[in-house]
């Protein structure tokens, strides 16, 4: 092979290698939601506050992160019932059909999921919520592997805050999600003290759990999809 062949071929090997490289790095970029579920009856209150400010902090992690709060404030959301038509069936009357496309949108990675405390337990809308996403578990598990964590908000520093986020991750599990906490100071969850009569961004320590939830729950649905890909 004489000199201007060899500088010919090279050169176009070169060339595929990079459209190839490109091309890679293209499907690399391809965007992660993250979806922040305020489960209070408080619409923009609390709750969804600190899923706002989670979310925040997600989209900060990287480009390829996007964001969409859903609050469940002031929508009709009933618990399953056995004999009732599935959710998605068409048959329902409530509002959790029209959130439930939503859940369903591909491209969703990770679920940052809210509730105030009520009695050291999850809120009644967010044990309906879901009990409703039952639904999801058929014909397949459609969450297995999706980031989760959780978040709460008590009226007292110490007031049941981590038995919440416990409760909320026992419920994921069945969905075989991925659960996470947060960054050191967060490891359970988010946990949020409502002491400034709702504003709840005076409760430093909880708003910067809520950030830490945010960025762990974006990087692990990032190393998922890398994995995936």
Known sequence: MNRRKFITKTLAVGTAVSIS????????????????ISC???????????????????????????VELIDLGGLEIPGFSGSSKPAGSGKTTDDFDRIL???REPNVGGWIIGSPVYFRSMSALCKAFLERCAVLR???????DTVSGALAVGAFRNGGQELVIDQIHNILLCHEMVIVGGKPGAHQGATLWNAYKDDIT????????????????????????????
Do not use: C
Not at 219 to 224: I, K, M, S, T
């Open 21 to 36: 490289s490109t091309t890679a790095n293209a499907g690399d970029r391809k965007s992660i939601k993250i979806l922040g």
């Open 40 to 66: 209070s009856p408080r619409k923009g209150k609390t709750t969804a506050i600190a899923i706002k400010a989670a979310l925040d902090a997600a989209k900060k992690v990287d480009s390829r992160i996007e």
């Open 101 to 103: 496309p939503k859940l």
């Open 138 to 144: 058929k014909p397949r598990l459609f969450l297995a």
């Open 202 to 229: 005076k409760d430093e320590f909880g708003m910067d759990t809520a950030g830490k939830l945010g960025i762990r729950v974006a990087e692990a649905a990032l190393r998922l999809a890398s994995k995936k890909t």
